[in-house]
Each structure stands twice: as C-alpha cells, then as structure tokens.
C-alpha cells in the first residue's frame, strides 16, 4: 500500500489577490514565507496585471467576480450585471437579482469567461477556480464557472461545500 496516497494534502488559498496593493504586498509575503500554498487573482481589478509575480512560486487560480469593481466586459453587453456606472451591483443588489430571476445567464457567462481570457492574457496558467463572496455556493453561478473553466482547461474548483472554515479564536486560550 502506497502510504502517500492516503495523506491529506492542505491547501491554503489568499484569494482576493488584485484588489488592493496591501492585499497583493501580504499574499506575495506569505506566498514567499510558505504559509499560504495558493492564491486566487481578482483579473477584473487593476492591479491584477502586477499580481502574478508569484505565479511560480505557489498555486494560482482565478477568483471569479461579480460584486466588486468594473467588469472585464463591456459593460454594456452585461447590463443584468452592472449598475449605471459600469460597476458590479454589489452582493445584496445581485443576490435580488438572482432571487427574482433578473440576471442573464449569457451576461454571467460572458463575463466570466471575459475574466478567465484576462488570467491567460496576463501570463497566468491558472490551476483552478473558485468565486468572490462565496457566489459559487448559488447553483447558477456554480454551473456557469464550472462550464466556463472547463473550457479554459481549468477544472479544479474551491467549493464550499467542500469548506471548512476554522477560525484563530477557536485555538486562543482564554
């Protein structure tokens, strides 16, 4: 019997890479420390471009996007996704959005296929997938990532149905 097939192997994902110079300074340090093994990068922000200086050094995947910033696409062939500014709605405006069935799944698609292309373009290879503010966790979202990554090659996805989340109070000492 093979004793390293039955190890578990922890990946520890920083995602929100791009968002922010401070948020992509502290993924590169501990991207450089050894105490995260992944990232996944914001392509739509735009400091994405200037966040894959650790491509090689550790897991990069793409943090698919709808609430946050302006889209990859133009806004005008997404309207179901933007405000009148060309900005994402923002996580409680979608989510109505979804609720009441106003999103298009063209739009979605488009959008998300948009910000994988912008990964390739930067010089990325992303190894997997997942989504900003657990929109994964919506079937329709789900379905499209999932479609949408396929056709990049990218099939690996950080579900969160597959997540547990432990929190640093769970380990304080009181």
């Known amino acids: 019997m093979n004793e390293n097939r039955n190890r578990r192997k922890i990946i520890v994902n920083a995602d929100d890479f791009g968002i922010t110079a401070g948020v992509n300074q502290a ?6 420390s050894g105490a995260i093994t992944s990232t996944s990068l914001m392509t739509n922000m735009p400091l994405a471009a200037g966040a894959t200086l650790v491509k090689h050094k550790i897991g990069t995947g793409v943090h ?10 133009d806004p005008q062939q997404i309207p179901s996704l933007v405000n009148r500014s060309g ?4 996580l409680s405006v ?11 799944k063209s739009e979605i698609e488009l959008e998300f296929t948009a ?6 373009e930067i010089g990325m290879c992303p ?9 994964l966790k919506y079937p329709l979202f789900e379905a499209v990532a999932r479609k949408v990554a396929h056709d990049f090659g990218v099939n690996a996805v950080r579900t969160y149905r597959q997540q547990k989340v432990v929190l ?6 009181t």
């Open 87 to 90: 900005e994402f709605h923002c």
């Open 127 to 135: 190894d997997h997938f997942d989504a900003h503010e657990s929109l």
């Open 27 to 32: 993924i590169i340090e501990l991207a450089e």
């Open 115 to 120: 910000q994988m292309k912008r990964a390739f």
């Open 64 to 73: 698919l996007n709808l609430t946050t910033g302006r889209p990859v696409s």
């Open 94 to 104: 979608l989510l109505q959005r979804y609720r009441t069935r106003r999103l298009s």
């Open 168 to 173: 640093l109070s769970d380990f304080a000492k």
